[in-house]
């Protein structure tokens, strides 16, 4: 079993997570009935995205991603600030076209591309959809949206991904079977199994008590994700 730094481990969770998320948040804007004061919300709780991207490509300089890697996620992370500020500034319910989105977006997807290029692991596409799911309910929440149908399918998106990842890691953990570390290995699968069941149960709670969810609620999840994710990528990345 290979040894791997903190940092490695969390990298391409922290640089995917944000990207996934702004692709379900483009996703909502284009394709949801959003009115001028939501899409303006929304728009500007954005900037929780380029400052997370932001601070993986930061932890990436630490763990050598490629220059390529930085320059595109940092013009990207550049450009979505800049039009967070010129959103900040407009009056009222006004709120910055949806197509300016774009170009900051598709950097940022390029960006994510690399980094799967660089990573060579497939599931790290199931933990990107998983954690951006829940990261932009997390946004969607902060920013008071009145979509419901996306406070179902975000955690729907997020069950199904998250089969899909548990399954691919018992893959990975019954293909080192006669490993030495197979006992380490169990560990960990067991221990992210428990941890993304509780978060999976604290995220689906208003779902089957009809409440209404709160950005909190959802923030814990996200936190409890994260957790199960870092330590799930720890045993990928050590093969």
């Excluded at 149908?149 to 890691?169: D, K, T």
């Excluded at 169990?186 to 709670?205: D, G, H, K, N």
């Amino acid at each position: 079993m290979t040894e791997i730094s903190f940092y490695q481990q969390i990298y391409p969770i922290i640089v995917m997570m944000p990207i996934a998320a702004a692709c379900f948040l483009a996703l909502v804007l284009s394709k949801g009935e959003v009115c001028p004061g939501q899409r303006k919300r929304i728009t500007e709780n954005m900037i929780s995205v380029w400052a997370v991207l932001a601070l993986g490509l930061m932890i990436g300089i630490e763990v050598y991603a490629t220059t390529l890697t930085l320059v595109i996620g940092g013009v990207a992370v550049v450009i979505g600030i800049m039009q967070n500020l010129i959103q900040s500034r407009l009056e009222g319910k006004r709120a910055i076209p949806s197509t300016w989105l774009r170009l900051p977006i598709a950097l940022a997807v390029i960006t994510g591309l690399l980094v799967l290029w660089q990573q060579q692991q497939p599931l790290l596409l199931l933990e990107a959809v998983l954690l951006g799911a829940v990261f932009a309910h997390v946004i969607l929440l902060r920013a008071k949206h009145r979509l419901q149908a996306f406070n179902v399918i975000l955690p729907i998106v997020g069950i199904a991904s998250s089969v899909l990842l548990m399954l691919g890691l018992l893959v990975v953990a019954s293909m080192h079977t006669g490993s030495s570390n197979m006992m380490v290995i169990q560990e960990f699968v067991i221990y992210r199994a428990v941890i993304l069941l509780l978060a999976l149960a604290v995220w689906t709670i208003p779902l089957y008590t009809k409440q209404e969810y709160s950005p909190n609620l959802v923030s814990l999840t996200t936190v409890l994700l994260l957790f199960s994710e870092v330590i799930g990528m720890g045993v990928i990345a050590a093969f």
